[in-house]
């Protein structure tokens, strides 16, 4: 069935044809691997990022797929505020959000060079999860999903999480690292999603879209 904001032709066996510069979302992130991700499976989008800031401090008790979960939505919802605010065509909104836990704890993004060198140490040896919560929102619907991976590093030298963290990698990702980086040379072994380590689940992803009436793949386009 097509989706009413998406213009559609009549097709023969009822898959939509659905015009290239119509199938189009907003992405809720200022992340450049999640744009690089959409863009591997072909999902046409726009940034659409709210000036309103998230509270990404962790509650009191608040267990990481409950934080997770909790920041993403957010994010989504202040994108969805944006976009009636400025009256922008109505399109799927997707946003993210990643965070990495060992021993139930939250790692964040560190400030300096000692905590990426405390989590990168933590780390060391260790298996850790990376979750990754995806939501899309379309009218007054949204559809969410969170997504966990298991990552085992290998040990490490003192010497080498020092010389790491003195590279820039550490500091914008959270738990220091970013699978996509020189911290690859680290990770020993991975049960889970490779993308939903990066900072998207290509799979789950594709779900949520499909039911905001995103096709990846539709057998009558051209």
């Given at each position: 069935?097509?989706?009413?904001?998406l213009?559609?032709?009549?097709?023969?066996?009822?898959?939509?044809?659905?015009k290239?510069?119509?199938?189009?979302?907003?992405?809720?992130?200022?992340?450049?691997?999640?744009r690089?991700?959409?863009?591997?499976?072909?999902?046409?989008?726009?940034?659409?990022?709210?000036?309103?800031?998230?509270?990404?401090?962790?509650?009191?008790?608040?267990?990481?797929?409950?934080?997770v979960?909790?920041?993403?939505?957010?994010?989504?919802l202040?994108?969805?505020?944006?976009m009636?605010?400025?009256q922008?065509p109505?399109?799927?909104?997707?946003?993210?959000?990643?965070?990495?836990?060992?021993?139930?704890?939250?790692?964040?993004?560190?400030?300096?060079?000692?905590?990426?060198?405390a989590?990168?140490?933590?780390?060391?040896?260790?298996?850790?999860?990376?979750?990754?919560?995806?939501?899309?929102?379309?009218h007054?619907?949204?559809?969410?999903?969170?997504q966990?991976?298991?990552?085992?590093?290998e040990?490490l030298?003192?010497?080498?999480?020092?010389?790491?963290?003195?590279?820039?990698?550490?500091?914008?990702?959270?738990?220091g690292?970013?699978?996509?980086?020189l911290a690859?040379?680290?990770?020993?072994?991975?049960?889970?999603?490779?993308?939903?380590?990066?900072?998207?689940?290509?799979?789950?992803?594709?779900q949520?879209?499909?039911?905001?009436?995103?096709?990846?793949?539709?057998?009558?386009?051209?």
């Amino acid at each position: 069935m097509c989706s009413a904001f998406l213009e559609h032709l009549p097709s023969s066996n009822g898959y939509c044809l659905m015009k290239p510069s119509d199938i189009k979302i907003y992405l809720a992130s200022k992340s450049p691997r999640r744009r690089e991700l959409l863009r591997q499976i072909n999902v046409d989008f726009e940034l659409l990022l709210s000036t309103d800031d998230v509270d990404e401090q962790v509650n009191p008790g608040e267990k990481p797929d409950a934080y997770v979960t909790r920041v993403t939505r957010d994010k989504l919802l202040n994108a969805q505020h944006t976009m009636l605010a400025r009256q922008l065509p109505e399109r799927p909104i997707l946003a993210a959000d990643t965070t990495v836990v060992i021993d139930d704890l939250i790692l964040g993004k560190p400030a300096s060079t000692e905590q990426a060198v405390a989590m990168i140490s933590r780390l060391s040896g260790r298996t850790h999860q990376v979750l990754t919560s995806v939501a899309v929102a379309l009218h007054d619907q949204i559809w969410q999903t969170t997504q966990s991976s298991d990552v085992t590093f290998e040990t490490l030298s003192e010497d080498t999480v020092r010389s790491f963290c003195n590279t820039k990698e550490p500091y914008d990702k959270a738990g220091g690292y970013g699978i996509q980086g020189l911290a690859a040379i680290f990770i020993h072994t991975i049960h889970g999603s490779h993308s939903g380590i990066m900072g998207l689940p290509l799979f789950e992803t594709a779900q949520l879209l499909q039911k905001s009436g995103i096709r990846i793949l539709d057998p009558d386009m051209n």
